[in-house]
């Protein structure tokens, strides 16, 4: 099974900051990463797939990059309704392994 | 609008069985595959169950694996997972969502159901 490693656990930030999370595959997953954000009590929300492309109605202020094994999302201004958890997702091998997540503090 | 809605959830005791339903609309079911994700009570997101569009592809996660099924009727636009020998660590909220045809990210997601595993 491919782990998936998310880091940090929790990061503390401000609105308007501009804040970056990673996450680190066991071995290469080609590209087959998304990145959900999670609300308390709701169902995750897709933002990326693909690595790096925007889903449809996402704000641009979300983007991720990253290839091989190494990946990361970036908010690039935060803004008050971002302050929740993020979890990554490799969907190139099963199973779909997600990672811890990471929770953005206010 | 594209829509899941789960149903199902209950309170069982360990050693039971349960069947989750979701049901489907807003797009054409037959078309996609679909997965079931968990989330335990405090803890992360847990990839459960995936079947293809047709049916006749399934994959699990091994701590479920000879337990859970996952089946589909795309006559009837409903994803089912039956669950059997339920242990007091499949306590979740049960999730089904669709995955997109090309890179398998989930795209659309039901609200969940709750189960619990307990005497």
């Known amino acids: 099974d491919i782990r998936m490693t998310q880091s940090p656990s929790s990061l503390s930030a401000s609105v308007g900051d501009r804040v970056t999370f990673t996450c680190r595959a066991s071995?290469?997953?080609?590209?087959?990463i998304s990145w959900y954000q999670q609300r308390p009590g709701k169902a995750p929300k897709l933002l990326i797939y693909?690595?790096?492309a925007l889903e449809y109605g996402v704000p641009p202020r979300f983007s991720g990059s990253g290839s091989g094994t190494d990946f990361s999302l970036t908010i690039s201004s935060l803004q008050p309704e971002d302050f929740v958890t993020y979890y990554c997702q490799q969907t190139y091998s099963v199973p779909y392994t997600f990672g811890q997540g990471t929770e953005l503090q206010i | 609008e594209v829509q899941l809605v789960e149903s199902g959830g209950d309170l069982v005791q360990p050693g039971g069985s349960l069947r989750l339903s979701c049901a489907a609309s807003g797009f054409t079911f037959s078309s996609y595959s679909m997965t079931w994700v968990r989330q335990a009570p405090g803890k992360g997101l847990e990839w459960v169950a995936n079947i293809n569009h047709d049916g006749f592809e399934k994959y699990y996660v091994d701590s479920v694996k000879g337990r859970f099924t996952i089946s589909r009727d795309n006559a009837q636009n409903s994803l089912y997972l039956q669950m059997n020998s339920l242990r007091a660590e499949d306590t979740a909220v049960y999730s089904c969502?669709?995955?997109?045809?090309?890179?398998?990210?989930?795209?659309?997601w039901g609200q969940g159901t709750l189960v619990t595993v307990s005497s």
């Open positions: 071995q290469a997953v080609n590209g087959y």
């Open positions: 693909a690595a790096s």
């Open positions: 969502a669709r995955a997109g045809q090309t890179w398998r990210a989930l795209n659309t």
